[in-house]
């Protein structure tokens, strides 16, 4: 009986919870005070953030002085991934949208530019990330590709 009034204990405040994330989310506030705008490209103000830092510190402090692992290392693993993900995906999205309407990223020449994204494109193949599910850009690579000068430079 306690428990079940404990779940729905629970449940209730995570309901509220959520309501009051999409509300804030809604009027362009930081989720978590509801007091100022968050930072950009972010659902936090600043202050807020470097509050929850600053807890992290004190958390990780007192694990290390107890002697006790600091993370999870799969989990950080995970969330490595899923941040490395989401940053090729930004960054895949920006240079399709710059490609879409010319060859090579400065003017109609190529030039260092496309050395350097050409290497980030080999890159991105090798650690398997999904360059395919960006037409644009996967143009582009083979493109690049074609290059008697990349064909040295990576050979087969
Ligand atoms: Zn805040």
Do not use: W
């Not at 428990?3 to 729905?8: K, L, P």
């Not at 582009?140 to 590709?145: E, H, K, M, P, V």
């Amino acid at each position: 009986m306690a428990d079940r009034d404990s779940a729905r204990r629970r449940q209730r405040k995570l309901a509220s919870y959520h309501r009051r994330v999409a509300e804030r989310r809604e009027r362009g506030l930081c989720v978590k005070c509801g007091k100022c705008p968050p930072a950009p490209q972010r659902s936090i103000c600043v202050s807020c953030n470097e509050k929850a830092r600053a807890a992290e510190r004190a958390r990780a402090d007192r694990l290390r002085a107890e002697g006790k692992p600091v993370r999870d290392p799969e989990a950080t693993r995970r969330a490595d991934r899923e941040r490395d993900r989401y940053e090729f995906e930004r960054r895949a999205k920006i240079l399709s949208d710059a490609l879409a309407e010319r060859e090579y990223l400065v003017g109609s020449a190529f030039s260092g530019a496309d050395i350097l994204i050409g290497h980030s494109c080999f890159m991105a193949t090798v650690v398997g990330l999904p360059i395919g599910d960006y037409p644009v850009l996967e143009a582009y690579y083979q493109r690049l590709q074609q290059r008697p000068a990349y064909q040295r430079a990576y050979p087969a």
